[in-house]
């Protein structure tokens, strides 16, 4: 499900007031979700390189993927992911937040520590994974003025 983060799906905060929004949506649908527990906070590194950018195996390394597996090791994509585990509370995030939202930090997860609740925000939203439909069904009613009118739900 795809929740956006300003009216009439505008993507992008362009003051203060607009940031206030972005954050309480983003804030209102994760503690629907995550109030009480803790989370993972998943972020990620594209490289050219197999090895862990420099100065980042001390910020919660996780591990190392092989996207791209081309013969030529100039074109290898690899994509290294970092977690943070800590206990769920509003505004905890706000600085990433931010940054997803000015996309200047993409490929963001935040999960619960079974990884059944996924909130994924983008500039522009966050889509969310739900293990049952009757919990999808409870949130899209909740937040319906936050979801999109296209008619795929993007």
């Not at 970092?82 to 940054?99: H, M």
């Not at 059944?116 to 069904?137: C, K, M, N, W």
Request: glycine fraction near 4%.
């Amino acid at each position: 499900m795809r929740f956006h983060s300003l009216p009439e799906s505008k993507r992008y905060a362009e003051d203060e007031a607009e940031y206030a929004v972005v954050l309480e949506r983003y804030n209102s649908v994760l503690d629907e979700l995550f109030a009480g527990t803790d989370v993972y906070v998943i972020t990620a590194v594209w490289t050219t390189e197999p090895d862990v950018p420099a100065g980042r195996l001390s910020t919660g390394y996780w591990r190392s993927l092989l996207v791209a597996d081309d013969p030529d090791p100039e074109f290898r994509t690899y994509y290294h992911l970092f977690v943070t585990r800590l206990p769920w509370r509003r505004g905890c995030i706000d600085d990433l937040l931010r940054d997803v939202a000015d996309e200047r930090v993409a490929d963001v997860l935040i999960t619960d520590t079974r990884m059944q609740r996924i909130h994924h925000p983008y500039d522009g939203g966050a889509d969310v994974f739900l293990p049952t439909s009757e919990e999808r069904d409870r949130l899209r009613d909740r937040y319906a003025d936050w979801l999109s009118n296209h008619p795929s739900g993007l």
